[in-house]
């Protein structure tokens, strides 16, 4: 199975992107294929091989809109009018003019003539559809209702029509356009060039051609064009462009960085660490772009609802003309009301706005450090009620620290510490890090003989002629050992070596602040019922639930068990839920949930790839912003859909009455979609209210 992406060029309406879509996702060759408008780019997923897939993409174009240009390769999405067209355009607004001032016999030939030149384009795409039999299209609707009015005789009101749709879909070309730049140029981030440093001087060269090892310079100013090992200098970098967050980092010998970050004052030397394809940007612009992949339920129904929406409008206008006219009314008036009901019956107000909206959301939500793999995503936020928290890692730091050592007897604490540190010692695990600050050893992989890990339980490890072993409580219990030291309220590791109990050792991380603060701000949001998922000891558990207001926890929870209580609870409560995790070890919850949210930090990587939405400077305010950017996004959504069916309606209504003519019509079909887009594009100054 393959994946294929191509940009796409000349495609300027929506609905016909959508059919596009549909079509292409009937060929027996295609799993799934999805057209991302706002983009214009078309993702395809093929189950098998296809000698030429470009000859049947544009099979399945020519059907639908002959103009589509597909290609492996960038290309422009700038909208140009041709110079003859403003030709013909100049020219027929001046014979619809002269319509006016000339004698009535010769009105008609400048009118008809005018009204051509400045329509000329649409009824060429009218023409086009109807050969394909794709009827209800805005185009054969516009042309349709042109030719009614030149038939009543109205020559000028007939072009200006035409005129005014193609203003309005030059418009609207530019406010897509310029929405697409605003949100690309708020995520240009990303360099192409590289200081390396070889054994002469500094060359300047491609990303694309620095290997993982080799040494690049960056000067004050520059962006960080790949991830690494700073082996020389000191500075601070701003890391806002990724995570959100404004406040300088120091950084220096040692520190690691990432492609992205802006280097603020001193010259550093950087050691790479991944290639440029495999940078942490790289990675987070990769799901940037393809966000458009998973579409919201909104998304989907209004492309279903357009093929019937359009179809129903264009009888009901033939029913306006027809019931009138049997029942004796006269026919030019009711025919001209019925011309309103086929212009403004377009349904591209809603096929091109409700993409939009989560598009440029998508991109705030990016810029604020807030990666949403897709507006499916983000719409299931806003209907999240229950948020699920793993504890350690996500409410806490994370960053244990040894607390107590309590030994069995007269043992020497120092004997605990160093059957730990080797225990622990090619462990990732939040303990073994914090055993690593608080004591050194020497380790010799050659006398390692056996090692046995139980994820939430512990390790035997034969090192040497010793047995040793390290656990919770219940691990030594099953394995004999009684009388065990019982710290009360703290995570514990037990310690035995060659049968002998040791004693236990006792650590300690804090809740992350802001945290609570946080909770307080879900719940004002709408969030129902708080709950956490923890390994440690019930009493600690307790603890950290009580300090943060968590309506549940469970604890002592093995991870098998985390998934199965977090399944339990999706079960009993309504709406959706979401899990929150730190994304080292919660991938299998942060599938399972509705959403799942990782707050692993920028530099892990596992985070990345595991979580629906990613906050990636681990900051509690990021769930907070996440949340309420969704809520407005719906609510944007929701005021569109009012917004546009409900002019259109009015408009209708109107022309029943013969209050509205065709330029209303043509105001509730064209203007209304360039409004929805503006109203749209007000999220672009979006402020957080945390």
């Known amino acids: 199975m393959t994946t294929k992406e191509y940009d796409i060029e000349n495609l300027h309406c929506a609905e016909c992107g959508s059919r596009i879509e549909a079509g292409i996702e009937k060929l027996p060759e295609v799993e799934s294929a999805n057209l991302d408008y706002q983009n214009k780019r078309l993702s395809i997923r093929y189950h098998k091989a296809v000698d030429d897939p470009l000859a049947r993409l544009y099979q399945v174009a020519a059907s639908i809109d002959p103009g589509v240009v597909f290609t492996l390769h960038p290309v422009s999405m700038i909208n ?54 794709k009827v209800f299209t805005e185009h054969f609707l516009m042309s349709l209702a042109t030719i009614g009015a030149l038939i009543l005789g109205e020559y000028l009101e007939a072009g200006a029509v035409m005129i005014f749709y193609e203003f309005g879909e030059w418009l609207e070309d530019k406010a897509l356009e310029h929405s697409r730049q605003m949100v690309k140029n708020k995520l240009n981030i990303k360099t192409e060039i590289a200081h390396l440093r070889t054994e002469d001087d ?7 051609t620095i290997s993982t090892g080799d040494v690049i310079v960056i000067y004050p100013g520059e962006r960080v064009p790949l991830d690494g090992t700073i082996i020389k200098g000191e500075s601070t970098v701003d890391t806002s462009s990724l995570t959100g967050e404004s406040e300088p ?39 940037i772009e393809n966000a458009g992949a998973a579409k919201s339920p909104q998304e989907k129904f209004i492309t279903r609802f357009a093929r019937i929406y359009t179809p129903a409008v264009v009888a009901a206008a033939f029913l306006v003309f027809l019931i009138p006219t049997l029942l004796g009314a006269e026919a030019a008036i009711w025919f001209k ?119 939430g339980k512990g390790l035997i490890l034969i090192y040497g002629q010793d047995r040793l072993v390290a656990g919770s409580d219940d691990f030594f219990a099953n394995m004999g050992f009684l009388d065990l030291i019982n710290p009360p309220n703290q995570s514990v590791v037990h310690l035995a070596k060659n049968g002998l109990y040791l004693g236990c050792i006792t650590f300690s991380d804090e809740v992350k602040p802001g945290m609570k603060e946080a909770i307080e701000k879900l719940k004002k949001q709408g969030i129902k019922k708080t709950v956490m998922l923890s390994g440690d000891r019930a009493p600690k558990a307790e603890k950290v639930a ?108 109107l022309g029943i009455l013969g209050i509205a003519g065709l330029w209303e019509a043509v105001l509730g079909d064209v203007g209304v979609t360039i409004l929805v887009i503006f109203n749209s594009l007000r999220l672009l100054r979006y402020k957080a209210d945390t």
């Open 202 to 208: 500094i060359q300047d060269k491609p990303l694309s």
């Open 337 to 455: 009301r019925s011309l309103v009901f086929l212009i403004v019956s377009c349904p591209c107000a809603l096929v091109i706005s409700i993409p939009l909206t989560f598009f440029i959301s998508i991109g705030i939500a990016a810029k604020k450090g807030i990666i949403v793999k897709g507006s499916g995503y983000l719409d299931i936020l806003r209907q999240v009620r229950t948020i699920v928290f793993d504890k350690t890692g996500t409410l806490t730091t994370g960053e244990m620290q040894i607390d107590k050592v309590y030994v069995n007897g007269d043992i020497n604490p120092e004997v605990l510490l160093e059957v730990l540190w080797l225990c622990e010692y090619n462990s990732s695990h939040p303990f073994s890090r914090a055993i690593k600050k608080a004591y050194q050893g020497s380790f010799d992989s050659k006398q390692v003989k056996a090692y046995s890990e139980f994820p």
């Open 249 to 287: 980092l120091y950084v220096g010998e040692g520190t690691e960085i990432y492609a992205g970050f802006l280097n603020n004052s001193g010259m550093l030397e950087l050691q790479v660490k991944s290639v440029a394809s495999e940078s942490t940007i790289s990675r987070i612009l990769n799901l």
């Open 546 to 653: 009580k300090e943060l207001g968590i309506d549940e926890f469970y604890a002592e929870l093995l991870p098998e068990e985390k998934l199965a209580k977090l399944e339990d609870i999706i079960n009993k409560n309504e709406g959706k839920t979401a899990f929150v995790g730190d994304g080292l070890n919660d991938a299998p919850a942060l599938a399972r949930a509705d959403v799942g949210i990782a707050m692993g930090g920028i530099g892990n990587q596992a985070s990345i790839e595991s979580a629906d939405i990613v906050l990636l400077n681990d900051r509690p305010h990021q769930l907070v912003e996440a949340f309420t950017i969704s809520r407005q996004t719906g609510n944007m959504v929701i005021q569109n859909i009012v917004l546009a069916l409900g002019i259109k309606v009015l408009i209708m209504i």
């Open 80 to 133: 140009k009018l041709s110079s003859l067209f403003w030709v013909f355009l100049g020219i027929g607004v001046g014979l619809l003019i002269a319509t006016e001032f000339v004698p009535s016999t010769y009105q008609p030939w400048l009118g008809i003539l005018g009204w051509f030149l400045v329509g000329y384009r649409v009824l060429a795409q009218a023409l086009k559809s109807l050969t394909q039999k």
